[in-house]
């Protein structure tokens, strides 16, 4: 039987002694290696998930007695590449393809770093297989325009999280920013002059500058002038968007802000932060945006990245071949040939 996490648990940590009791431990080697990981430059919220994805496997090891990184065969990697793929969370559902090739990534990464520290002879992770990733997929949610503008209509603007609710959800929706670089953004990163938004903590620690729309920028504006202040407790932290607590938001509140005005539009769709980013694009593709300003806009690295925003796209294709190609309907002075060719009972015949 696959292996289940009971309702109401937390996933495995480990102790905070747990390195202290044997330095030589597989406990005792996580924190120089992220250590490793930040000075050479990986971003934080890297070293943060490769730190508890490790935990998770020591964790592992230490319930089947396994505390040394020698210790470790190919085997054994095998072995718990097996029980992630048959392990359950507490609702029942596997752990995504994502999630299992994430979790395997940080034990190569690991392994290999020992190895070259010469901690250990030889890397148990050297020839281990990574679960095989599908092809980039946007989410079947892609707002249209009017939907769009119902959603951004939620907010209450009398009040001063409402502000700056608009404000954020405009923001989103006219940059097409992730989530986490909206949530970085300083006061001065948006250049009201200008019409464009630095965005200094891009993913890959690249910055990029981006347009923002009038609209967008007229929320910021009042935000900034009327709801901001309210919002400021003590120190100002310096971020752009503040809870109500002064603080700057974390990424799972954001994304619940976002998703229950997605949800009080009453469209049918869910979706959060990137529900926006992905309406931005698609509907900039579809009137006629070049794909490489796409590209530059979403900052990605490959363009084969930007191009599975083609695919969306279908939706207006079919509109135009709907309206331009000759057999794309059965044309009503035809009607009956065709009807007759297809089998198909013309209208009020009976079937």
Same mark, same amino acid.
């Given at each position: 039987?696959?292996?289940?996490?009971?309702? !109401?648990?937390?996933?495995?940590?480990?102790?905070?002694?747990?390195?202290?009791?044997?330095?030589?431990?597989?406990?005792?080697?996580?924190?120089? @290696?992220?250590?490793?990981?930040?000075?050479?430059?990986?971003?934080?919220?890297?070293?943060?998930?490769?730190?508890?994805?490790?935990?998770?496997?020591?964790?592992?090891?230490?319930?089947?007695?396994?505390?040394?990184?020698?210790?470790?065969?190919?085997?054994?990697?095998?072995?718990?590449?097996?029980?992630?793929?048959?392990?359950?969370?507490?609702? !029942?559902?596997? &752990?995504?393809?994502?999630?299992? %090739?994430?979790? /395997?990534?940080?034990?190569?990464?690991?392994?290999?770093?020992? +190895?070259?520290?010469? /901690? &250990?002879?030889?890397?148990?992770?050297?020839?281990?297989?990574?679960?095989?990733?599908?092809?980039?997929?946007?989410?079947? =949610?892609?707002?249209?325009?009017?939907?769009?503008?119902?959603?951004?209509?939620?907010?209450?603007?009398?009040?001063?999280?409402?502000?700056?609710?608009?404000?954020?959800?405009?923001? &989103?929706?006219?940059?097409?920013?992730?989530?986490?670089?909206?949530?970085?953004?300083?006061?001065?990163?948006?250049?009201? =002059?200008?019409?464009?938004?630095?965005?200094? %903590?891009?993913?890959?620690?690249?910055?990029?500058?981006?347009?923002?729309?009038?609209?967008?920028?007229?929320?910021?504006?009042?935000?900034?002038?009327? $709801?901001?202040?309210?919002?400021?407790?003590? $120190?100002?932290?310096?971020?752009? @968007?503040?809870?109500?607590?002064?603080?700057?938001?974390?990424?799972? %509140?954001?994304?619940? /802000? +976002?998703?229950?005005?997605?949800?009080?539009? !009453?469209?049918?769709? =869910? !979706?959060?932060?990137?529900?926006?980013?992905?309406?931005?694009?698609? &509907?900039?593709?579809?009137?006629? $945006?070049?794909?490489?300003?796409?590209?530059?806009?979403?900052? %990605?690295?490959?363009?084969?990245?930007?191009?599975?925003?083609?695919?969306?796209?279908?939706?207006?294709?079919?509109?135009?071949?709907?309206?331009?190609?000759?057999?794309?309907?059965?044309?009503?002075?035809?009607?009956? $040939?065709?009807?007759?060719?297809?089998?198909?009972?013309?209208?009020?015949?009976?079937?």
């Amino acid at each position: 039987m696959p292996p289940r996490r009971r309702r !109401g648990t937390r996933a495995p940590e480990l102790g905070p002694d747990s390195a202290a009791k044997d330095p030589l431990g597989l406990a005792a080697r996580i924190e120089p @290696f992220v250590e490793w990981l930040g000075i050479t430059g990986y971003a934080p919220d890297t070293v943060h998930v490769r730190r508890l994805y490790l935990r998770y496997f020591v964790a592992w090891c230490d319930e089947r007695g396994i505390g040394r990184p020698e210790e470790i065969t190919a085997e054994i990697l095998e072995r718990y590449q097996r029980w992630l793929y048959a392990y359950r969370k507490s609702t !029942g559902q596997p &752990l995504t393809l994502q999630s299992q %090739h994430g979790r /395997m990534l940080a034990l190569r990464a690991w392994f290999r770093w020992m +190895a070259k520290s010469g /901690m &250990l002879p030889h890397n148990p992770a050297a020839d281990i297989e990574l679960p095989r990733l599908p092809r980039h997929q946007l989410p079947h =949610e892609v707002l249209t325009i009017a939907e769009a503008e119902q959603v951004l209509a939620q907010p209450d603007v009398a009040t001063a999280t409402g502000i700056r609710d608009r404000a954020i959800l405009e923001t &989103l929706y006219s940059t097409a920013m992730r989530r986490t670089e909206l949530l970085m953004l300083g006061c001065y990163d948006v250049d009201l =002059e200008k019409g464009t938004v630095l965005i200094r %903590h891009a993913k890959g620690r690249k910055q990029r500058t981006v347009p923002i729309g009038e609209r967008a920028l007229a929320w910021i504006d009042k935000y900034v002038t009327e $709801a901001r202040p309210q919002l400021v407790v003590g $120190a100002d932290p310096g971020n752009l @968007f503040l809870t109500s607590m002064g603080v700057p938001f974390t990424p799972n %509140h954001l994304s619940q /802000m +976002a998703r229950n005005y997605v949800l009080a539009a !009453g469209i049918g769709k =869910e !979706g959060a932060c990137h529900l926006f980013r992905h309406t931005a694009a698609t &509907l900039m593709l579809e009137n006629g $945006a070049d794909i490489r300003f796409i590209q530059e806009l979403l900052g %990605h690295a490959e363009l084969t990245t930007t191009q599975i925003y083609t695919r969306v796209s279908i939706r207006k294709l079919k509109e135009i071949h709907q309206a331009t190609h000759p057999s794309a309907k059965l044309a009503s002075s035809r009607s009956g $040939a065709a009807h007759q060719a297809l089998d198909v009972p013309d209208a009020g015949e009976e079937g």
